[in-house]
């Protein structure tokens, strides 16, 4: 059984970092892409940012320069390094995968929340 299991979250303020991780276990495939999305209230979900299993990375225009996405093949983890976080960033932030085989799979999430 794929498990994802996202970490990291928590309350900031305005301006400050969060690291945050998703550890994943049990897939037979290997792991190709891997992302990250957040949710807030009441707003559909976005993506945040995006990684291939070569390392090439995207990021959408709202978090472009303040957020990194980073992996680690050898502990099939994947890490956000969110800085500079604004209000808008509150979210929960939810991790996916897609294998090799091409099933993808999501996590619970992680909740941030960004307030003064």
């Known amino acids: 059984q794929v498990r994802l299991v996202e970490s990291g979250g928590g309350f900031v303020h305005p301006g400050e970092s969060l690291r945050l991780s998703c550890v994943v276990s049990?897939?037979?495939?290997?792991?190709?892409?891997m992302a990250w999305y957040r949710q807030a209230p009441e707003k559909p979900r976005e993506w945040v940012a995006g990684?291939?299993?070569?390392?090439?990375?995207r990021y959408s225009d709202s978090v472009k320069g303040r957020f990194s996405i980073t992996r680690d093949n050898a502990k099939n983890t994947m890490y956000l390094q969110m800085n500079n976080l604004h209000s808008e960033d509150s979210a929960d932030y939810l991790c996916?995968?897609?294998?090799?085989?091409?099933?993808?799979?999501w996590g619970r999430g992680t909740q941030v929340t960004v307030s003064s």
């Open positions: 990684i291939t299993s070569g390392g090439e990375t």
């Open positions: 049990g897939s037979e495939w290997a792991i190709d892409t």
């Open positions: 996916t995968i897609e294998t090799t085989y091409g099933s993808e799979y």
